[in-house]
T-cell receptor, first 114, second 113 residues
């Protein structure tokens, strides 16, 4: 049973426009959510996170929105740049749930076109 | 600069070989993890450890074992490599105080022929 779902395997966006990556979760115990970015042949790197006590967190060009009632979060990138082309993983955890930490989605490959 | 170091970036092994993937972290993190990444399947947890000599099975432990003799080192062992274990292997670590803050290594691309 997939607890974190990224239903779009890939997304193509024109440079300068907004990229919106979506993520859904099924486990109501999840209370902390993260986005990781991964380039080919490199490990994932942390991008941005949000606690369930918030509905929005912003860091520069990146904003994450959380809709708890819908069990849905999204990552907005504005404006999109060529260096944003990567695979983005959504992850979730139940804080205090022990060492087995993060549950990842399957990832969305974002392609920024010039 | 804190980091998680995986000993090899690329490995090619033969079917049936015993394979060791090594991971070392210098952040004094309690928790360490091994994932594999495959196209369309995302990151799948193989094994994790929350303390020295402790290990827990993840979602796909079959065909793998692990060893954690020292806090900074977490080894993944493929007892008898098979072609379906060809994958990108990623090691990560975290501290219990902020368990969600994973730091990943650069990955090992393993090809079993």
């Amino acid at each position: 049973d997939q607890q974190v779902k990224q239903n779009s395997p890939s997304l193509s966006v024109q440079e300068g426009r907004i990229s919106i990556l979506n993520c859904d979760y099924t486990n109501s115990m999840f209370d902390y959510f993260l986005w990781y970015k991964k380039y080919p042949a490199e490990g994932p790197t942390f991008l941005i996170s949000i606690s369930s006590i918030k509905d929005k967190n912003e860091d520069g060009r990146f904003t994450v929105f959380l809709n708890k009632s819908a069990k849905h979060l999204s990552l907005h990138i504005v404006p999109s740049q060529p260096g944003d082309s990567a695979v983005y993983f959504c992850a979730a955890t139940e804080t205090g749930g022990g060492a087995d930490g993060l549950t990842f989605g399957k990832g969305t490959h974002l392609i920024i076109q010039p | 600069d804190v980091k998680v170091t995986q000993s090899s970036r690329y490995l090619v092994k033969r079917t049936g070989e015993k394979v060791f993937l090594e991971c070392v972290q210098d952040m004094d993190h309690e928790n360490m993890f091994w994932y594999r990444q495959d196209p369309g399947l995302g990151l799948r947890l193989i094994y994790f450890s929350y303390d020295v000599k402790m290990k827990e099975k993840g979602d796909i432990p079959e065909g793998y074992s692990v060893s954690r003799e020292k806090k900074e080192r977490f080894s993944l062992i493929l007892e008898s490599a098979s072609t379906n274990q060809t994958s990108m292997y990623l090691c990560a670590s975290s501290t219990t105080a902020a368990n969600y803050g994973y730091t990943f290594g650069s990955g090992t691309r393993l090809t079993v022929v």
